[in-house]
């Protein structure tokens, strides 16, 4: 092994724990793929069409495709979600649905691009989001998970 692998000297087999990142990203793009072709959803849906108290603060604009590709500018949010909040995710009416559409994008404050909003990556919002989309797409209310 190099000097600094982090690989078990023995090598990998089916005991072996590994660090998997980002990996319910691409499961979640599945659900919303599927989603779209069902004729649940369109990516070029804006989510206030589905979801209409997001639509405040900014973000009336905003599309299922913007939150897909980390465009909403939603990457953190200003008020502190709790365990709670994430157990109870898939009440529509919940904390974790007020906290999000409450939240204001973020954009640029000064310099040529004021006001604009770059490509951010929503490592832990953008499930959360996703899943409160789905909720309200689909006629079963399931989330990503279900």
Same mark, same amino acid.
């Given at each position: ?23 319910? !990203? ?7 793929? #599927?989603?779209? @072709?069902? %004729? *649940?959803? &369109?990516? =070029? ?13 900014? !973000? ?7 939150? #897909?590709?980390? @465009?909403? %500018? *939603?990457? &953190?949010? =200003? ?68």
């Amino acid at each position: 092994l190099p000097k600094y692998s982090t690989a078990p000297a023995e090598g990998y087999d089916g005991d072996t724990l590994q660090i998997v990142y980002s990996s319910t !990203k691409a499961m979640a793009a599945t659900v919303f793929a #599927l989603a779209a @072709d069902r %004729g *649940l959803l &369109a990516y =070029d849906d804006k989510v206030a069409k589905h979801w209409p108290e997001f639509a405040q603060n900014g !973000k009336e604009g905003i599309t299922i495709a913007d939150v #897909l590709r980390h @465009d909403a %500018g *939603l990457q &953190a949010f =200003d008020e502190a979600i709790t365990l709670d909040d994430t157990e109870l995710q898939a009440d529509p009416s919940g904390n974790m649905s007020r906290i999000i559409a409450a939240q204001k994008p973020w954009a640029w404050r000064g310099g040529p691009d004021e006001g604009l909003t770059p490509r951010i990556y929503h490592a832990i919002s953008r499930g959360f989001i996703l899943n409160q989309i789905l909720l309200r797409a689909d006629p079963q209310r399931r989330t990503i998970g279900q």
